[in-house]
């Protein structure tokens, strides 16, 4: 399977997918009985089909999340997989039920280590408060105790592997994705030989759960940004710089973050491989780090489908068909989709000591957590783009840098400031630190990374909702309402997108079409 290919789809189940259904099933589940027929499967999408959950890669099934509504009462005590059986094999499902109860997840042998796992539990919960019940419930086996069980009882076992002292499939994965085990279950699955008939029974509480007379008609919507004041250091090898952006990307993926941001060329260290001499060569030297972007580009796309996480990546330098260098954030989203944006004002220094070429496109990108749009550093100087932006509904616009001086730092920041008030939009802006003066090419940098948002009575006072100590290499979080920017651009105090004088001005985005040959529209 190629990354390149990857497409990944969260959706419902369907009756029409039980072939795929059957057979991962009976891969899965080959010692316990393989697949449910498929008059138990098209019950269960019949009652209750927002809990049926699937993941699919270009029409492929590669996993399935099975559950049903039950009363919590009843099944937050002893009881055993059978009484979810009725006749037939049907799966008991109550519409009137307070909790749900997860049956099955399955994921496809060739899709693991990608955490679709993870991903699956996520939309459980997501769908557990959005339908406002009190809990999640499962019967977890213990498949693993098989080799233990001679020394130790089922109570010991669980408390060793809560303790990572024993690495169990199934009760590992359920604990690291918040689940608390609330008692032992005897006899749960009498035929599970390798949990010899014990389970676990697991619950996650919806700590938003309210009685139905009080809940809220609408919730907001939530996004959280994380991002990384990047350290400029030198790398032994490529391997290296790629270690270190991982273990960012997994520790912002470990609070939840939609986002994970980088700086704008926060990989130039890599020039640093090249010897002192060759470094002098300026132009060698970026093209040099340019020959580095197609694998960076490859392995941010499987973090970002591995963590579960959409990247900013930074930027990176680009040669394009023309052969002319290009300065390109990538935004690999957490479905394996790869889009791009370039950096279309180039500064004197660019231009004059690496011929960077300045791009010709500007657009809007839909996201599973809003729509977003990205000007690298300089760009962000131009009002013009952050406004030709607004025009589309962006939500979030993310702003790579990289600045040497305060005074440079501070035209970035106070535009970047401008950009979310005069646009009534959250602004991200990440920028690196460190100097390093063993490799040429590489300027002395000043960073206070910030996220700033519109100036109203809903946002902070002075509009900034976060922001790192100067100079200093760290992560920051910022959780980002949605809806009140559709408060704020509509019932503001002031409404600057609404208020416009389009009677006396407007903005266009000229159609640069002629470039390829095809006639200007007039």
Known sequence: MSLEELHLNLRNLTSDDYEQLKSLMDAVYHDIGGAWPKLTIDKLIQEFPDGQIAIEDDGILVGVALTVQVDYDEFSNPHKYDDLIGHREIIRNDQDGDAMYGLDVL???????????RRLYEARKELCRSHNLRAILAGGRIPEYHQHSDELSPAQYIDKVSRKEIYDPILSFQLANDFQVKRLLRKYLPEDEQSR???????????????????????????????VQWQMREFSSVEAALQQIEY????LSDYQSDFAVFPELFNAPLMGLQDREAQQDQMGAIRFLAGFTERFVAELSR????????????????????DRLYNITYLLHRDGSIEKQSKLHITPQERRDWVIEGGDDLQVFDTDA??????????????????????????????????????????VRHCAQARAIENECYVVLCGSVGNLPSIENLDIQYAQSAVFSPSDFAFPHDAVLAETTPNTEMIFF???????????????????????????????????????GANLDD
């Open 370 to 411: 809003g729509r977003v749009g990205i000007l690298i550093c300089y760009d962000v100087e131009f009002p013009e783009l952050g406004r030709l932006l607004a025009d589309q509904d962006m939500d979030i616009l993310f702003v790579p840098f990289w600045t040497d001086t305060k005074n440079g730092y501070l035209r």
């Open 197 to 227: 008939g014990y389970a676990t029974l697991l619950e996650w509480n919806n700590i938003l759960f309210e009685p139905a007379e009080s809940v809220l008609d609408t919730r907001p919507t939530q996004v959280r940004v994380g991002a």
């Open 107 to 117: 994921i496809h042998p060739d899709y693991r280590g990608y955490r679709l796992g």
């Open 478 to 516: 910022s959780d980002l309402d949605l809806t009140r920017l559709t408060v704020v651009r509509a019932e503001g105090s002031v409404t600057n997108l609404k208020d416009r004088r389009k009677d006396l001005f407007d903005l266009r985005w000229r159609d640069w079409s002629w470039k390829s």
């Open 303 to 322: 973090m970002a489908v591995s963590y579960n996480i959409n990247i900013i990546g930074g930027s990176m330098i680009e040669a394009g068909e023309d």
């Open 248 to 251: 960012f990307v997994d520790a």
